[in-house]
T-cell receptor, first 112, second 113 residues
Framework: SAVISQKPSRDICQRGTSLTIQCQVD?????MFWYRQQPGQSLTLIAT?????????ESGFVIDKFPISRPNLTFSTLTVSNMSPEDSSIYLC?????????FGPGTRLTVT | DQQVKQNSPSLSVQEGRISILNCDYT??????FLWYKKYPAEGPTFLIS?????DKNEDGRFTVFLNKSAKHLSLHIVPSQPGDSAVYFC????????????FGKGTHLIIQP
């Protein structure tokens, strides 16, 4: 199994600012993803982080709001830009090995 | 349109008994199914998975059953233990494995002493 770490674990940010979340996997993986879990909701896929190319975004998510980088097979970042209170959520990094998929501990973001 | 459905928001089971969590799906392109357990303030932990070519997979106290014709799967936990109290998510991947997981809304399992 893959072990995934995220930084920061939590943050409180002001409206209009941006936050970059880092995700590190302990082994090379083919696929990395970013998810969001809003309060009381299930996990929603934001985008697939593609190594060396632009991320693939799900419907309702755009690159200008959630720019993603993946410079290599073990690391990715997600930026939440121009934040509003509606962006308050848990953001989760995920990595897939074969068909099994593992998650980081999440970043709890509160926007005031 | 919710493609993966967990219709029971919560389930209460006595310690030592069997816990059965259910999941239905609508997308016939789903090829692989996974169950996750999530504690508050933690990321989901992978529990067990099953391919659509199988109807059962077992790992210790956890067994997943898949009824492809009914588009239904279930997770059995025997015997249930207090540490099993958590939210359980069912998730699915379409064939090819190039897409992200689609999750259900989760079932909060409460194990009573």
């Amino acid at each position: 199994s893959a072990v995934i770490s995220q930084k920061p674990s939590r943050d409180i940010c002001q409206r209009g600012t941006s936050l970059t979340i880092q995700c590190q996997v302990d082994s090379q993986v083919t696929m990395m993803f970013w998810y969001r879990q809003q309060p009381g909701q299930s996990l929603t896929l934001i985008a697939t982080a593609n190594q060396g190319s632009e991320a693939t975004y799900e419907s309702g998510f755009v690159i200008d709001k959630f720019p993603i980088s993946r410079p290599n097979l073990t690391f990715s970042t997600l930026t939440v830009s121009n934040m509003s209170p509606e962006d308050s959520s848990i953001y989760l990094c995920s990595a897939r090995q074969g068909y099994e998929q593992y998650f980081g501990p999440g970043t709890r973001l509160t926007v005031t | 349109d919710q493609q993966v459905k967990q219709n029971s928001p919560s389930l209460s089971v006595q310690e030592g008994r069997i816990s059965i969590l259910n999941c239905d799906y609508t997308n016939s392109m789903f090829d692989y199914f996974l169950w996750y357990k999530k504690y508050p303030a933690e990321g989901p932990t992978f529990l067990i998975s099953i391919s659509s070519i199988k109807d059962k997979n077992e790992d210790g106290r956890f067994t997943v059953f898949l009824n492809k014709s009914a588009k239904h799967l279930s997770l059995h936990i025997v015997p249930s233990q207090p540490g099993d109290s958590a939210v359980y998510f069912c998730a699915a991947i379409p064939g090819g494995g190039a897409d992200g997981l689609t999750f259900g809304k989760g079932t909060h399992l409460i194990i009573q002493p």
